[in-house]
């Protein structure tokens, strides 16, 4: 145990996730000792920033500056078209393909069947509320490539279909620079699956 | 620290980290293993989908003081019909949960394991029938030495068939010493007998009323439940799974 200050930031940062007790002594001490004055007030106004300035959109659920994300509330993007997303940083992944002009939906999560997360817990009922009230014609499932995510998109997909929505699901296989003699079953199994034409 | 090779069943798996993972096996020898499988979320991850849950596979271990660390993996059987396909999913989904909650670590388990590779194995072929849960949630019951005890009553011993189940009591029960115990038809009483020793196959293709599988695969859940003293998870997503099927208390 530290004296005042320095024991409230461990405690603090031990709240944090995949942060320890041994973590956060680190990182206060590095704070503490190697962190200038101008970083460290940079670093709090950042965290008094993000509570005060951002807001979750009411429309896809990312992160909004204003009453909109800058997607939903920028008008070049076509509204017709919706990828969904399990969080916020699958959308900055997205993003930077450069790949897609549509709009998000950010699920929160994934279902897990094994793990008793349901669809109730995720933002289900608004993606379908939104598909009936804003004319999209196309839903693009971006969720993780594994077991959740693929109950996911199969979960929506069931919901979705009957409504007459084209739903795609983005392809998922091999990595680019990885070694095919590597690749087990399951990944080779659906890059195969999802193999498209090529042009020489 | 000593390295071994084991067979397993991926039972599921929790981040741990950054890029780790912890994964939770069942295997033959060992009984349930907790193991970290280092860097597998990362996309050029050599473990790939190989720890997925569900998946068959072949490991080498190294055996650590809480955690084990995966250091090599090879499928035996993806199981990918199973894994892709929501119907199959949930139920397996739930065999596994039971499966992960009754069996204990570092206790040698071949039955249990034998068991869910045989319904997986099934699943694999056969989209799940109406009694594919209940007939495996009996099986389990038989394997962890808790049996449901159908033939006379439990209480004096009446031959049968009766109607009634007492799920603390273990087994069926007689108008007489069973008031409170739960009602059930007198079919269901039968399918539950048949159940209790059906290879999964066999459960799987019993073509029964809708109403008594309900029931049958409600009872079984409670007695797992009741044994493992809490609810399972597992929800389910599907309509052919009489998850919440409801019992006449009387
Ligand atoms: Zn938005
Ligand atoms: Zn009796």
Redesign the interface.
């Known amino acids: 145990m530290f004296e005042g200050p320095v024991q409230d930031l461990v405690d603090e940062l031990s709240k944090l996730p995949s942060i320890g007790g041994k973590t956060a002594q680190r990182i206060a001490f590095h704070l503490l000792l190697r962190t200038s004055r101008t970083d460290a007030d940079r670093l709090a106004a950042a965290i008094v920033a993000i509570k005060e300035q951002v807001a979750i959109c009411p429309r896809c659920f990312n992160f909004a500056a204003g009453d909109l994300c800058r997607f939903c509330s920028d008008s070049r993007r076509d509204e017709t078209v919706v990828c969904v997303v399990e969080s916020p940083p699958d959308i900055i992944a997205v993003e930077r393909t450069g790949e897609f002009r549509g709009l998000y939906h950010v699920l929160g999560g994934a279902i897990s069947p094994i793990q008793g997360i349901g669809p109730d817990e995720l933002r289900v009922r608004e993606l379908l509320d939104r598909i009936k009230a804003d004319g999209i014609v196309e839903v693009i499932i971006a969720t993780n490539p594994n077991i959740e995510g693929e109950a996911t998109a199969m979960y929506i997909a069931r919901l979705i279909e009957p409504l007459g929505i084209r739903v795609t699901r983005i392809a998922s296989g091999l990595p680019v620079g990885g070694d095919l003699e590597y690749a087990d079953e399951v990944t080779l199994g659906r890059a195969l699956e999802g193999r498209r034409e090529i042009h020489g | 620290m000593a390295i071994y090779k084991e067979r397993a069943i991926v ?2 798996g ?1 981040r741990l ?2 890029a780790d993972r912890v994964v939770v096996l069942l295997t033959p020898g060992h009984g349930k293993v907790r193991a970290v499988a280092k860097g597998i979320r990362k ?2 991850s ?5 720890l ?4 068959h596979v072949d490991l080498l271990l190294h055996s650590g003081k809480n955690l084990g660390t995966v250091t090599g993996a090879e ?1 035996v059987e ?1 199981f ?1 019909e199973v ?4 119907d199959r ?2 139920i397996a ?2 065999m ?2 039971a499966a992960d909650r009754l069996a204990q670590e570092h206790e040698p388990s071949p039955m249990l394991y034998k068991l869910l590779l045989a319904a997986l194995r099934e699943l694999e072929l056969r989209p799940p029938g109406r009694v594919m849960l209940a007939g495996y949630l009996m099986r389990l019951l038989e394997v962890a030495g808790f049996a449901m005890a159908l033939g006379p009553c439990i209480g004096c011993g009446a031959d049968g068939p009766h109607t009634r189940i007492g799920i603390a009591d273990g087994g069926s029960l007689c108008r007489v010493c069973g008031g409170q115990a739960c009602l059930v038809e007198p079919g269901t009483m039968a399918l539950l007998e048949v159940l209790s020793s059906a290879k999964m196959a066999r459960a799987n293709e019993l073509a029964v009323p809708q109403a008594n599988a309900a029931e049958a695969t409600g009872v079984a859940l409670r007695f797992v439940e009741y044994h493992l003293d809490r609810r ?6 599907s309509s052919v799974m009489p998850r919440e099927a409801s019992l006449v208390q009387t």
């Open positions: 039972l599921s929790f980290g950054e996309t050029k050599r473990f790939g989908a190989r997925e849950p569900l998946v499928i993806p990918r894994r892709e396909d929501l999913l949930t989904s739930s596994a949960e399972l998870k597992s929800v389910n997503l």
